[in-house]
Nanobody
Framework: QVQLVESGGGLVHTGGSLRLSCAAS????????MGWFRQAPGKQRELVAA???????NYADSVKGRFTISRDNMKNTVYLQMDSLEPEDTAVYYC????????WGQGTQVTVSS
């Protein structure tokens, strides 16, 4: 069973930056399209960024131009660089395969104050 461990969240002011990391155990990491999801209070979990096994990326309109997803297949790790953060980005952030095929980790809290 793959384990996902997210880290890097915190409290920042509007306009600040954070870099999230997600480490995955197991040997299937490199062949999977990976995604960063977020869930704000009272809202459904949503996919905000995805990176294919070959490196192609996709972003939700709400984060396009501000967030950058990357991966290191040697380290079984996916990253999310978040710049120009806004209060609307406040949420718990999770990683998973784009198809949500693995067990969810504990997530990492991101709080953006205005």
């Amino acid at each position: 069973q793959v384990q996902l461990v997210e880290s890097g969240g915190g409290l920042v002011h509007t306009g600040g930056s954070l870099r999230l990391s997600c480490a995955a155990s197991g040997s299937d990491f490199r062949i999977n399209a990976m995604g960063w999801f977020r869930q704000a209070p009272g809202k459904q979990r949503e996919l905000v960024a995805a990176i294919m096994s070959g490196g192609r990326t996709n972003y939700a309109d709400s984060v396009k131009g501000r967030f950058t997803i990357s991966r290191d297949n040697m380290k079984n790790t996916v990253y999310l660089q978040m710049d120009s953060l806004e209060p609307e980005d406040t949420a718990v952030y999770y990683c998973n395969t784009v198809s949500k095929g693995w067990r969810w980790g504990q997530g990492t809290q991101v709080t953006v104050s205005s």
